[in-house]
């Protein structure tokens, strides 16, 4: 019988997303881990299997944050428009104010591009963050807020674009006035 684990894996994944985030998998060793979780190394490969399944648990809880966060203050919005502006506002605010770390999703589609299950992982997101701005963009149609001609569908895959780009943009330090700038633009294909 082995001994009981003394860490808390909640946590540990959660540690492990914010090295990952912050450094990318490559520049995070196995070293770094332990480190940051406070853990051994046996348990670190007996509580994870791998460094590549800690990654890959880490991006999942992202992932999940990610969308579920999207779609609960979509969901909760009396109006669609101003919840998509200061969802844009606040996610280009976040990477102007720490652009180094970005987006963890942004960061595993561009470093591990020819990882299957990383992309797997970030096009299942990229879904789900479109299926809910459609769904509040059908909603925004509904009650008038934008023109009944408009297509909800292809609105939130132009939206689920440009919130990738606006955090690449972020990441490469763009200026503030012409993130605000994109945004409103953006903004205006609802008109």
């Known amino acids: 019988m082995g001994r009981p684990r003394t860490f808390d894996i909640d946590t540990a994944v959660d540690r492990a997303m914010e090295l990952f985030w912050r450094q990318g998998f490559e520049a995070t060793s196995t070293e770094d881990l332990v480190e940051s979780l406070g853990i051994a190394r046996g348990s670190l490969y007996k509580a994870f299997g791998s460094k590549e ?3 890959a648990l880490a991006l999942r809880r992202y992932c999940q944050r990610h969308a579920a966060g999207l779609t609960e203050v979509l969901d909760r919005a009396e109006q669609v428009r101003p919840a998509i502006r200061a969802v844009l506002l606040e996610l280009m605010e976040a990477d102007l104010a720490d652009p180094e770390r970005g987006c963890l999703l942004v960061n595993a589609a561009t470093e591990r591009s020819a990882h299957p299950d990383t992309v797997l992982q970030v096009s299942r997101t990229m879904g789900q963050v ?7 963009l059908e909603r925004a149609r509904v009650r008038g807020e934008i023109a009944a001609d408009k297509q909800p569908q292809e609105l939130a895959q132009f939206l689920t674009t440009f919130l990738q780009g606006l955090r ?11 993130l605000n700038n994109a945004v409103e633009v953006a903004l205006g294909a609802l008109d």
């Open 130 to 136: 479109e299926s809910a701005l459609a769904g509040a």
């Open 53 to 55: 399944q800690l990654y």
């Open 168 to 178: 690449v943009m972020g990441k490469a330090r763009a200026d503030r006035a012409l």
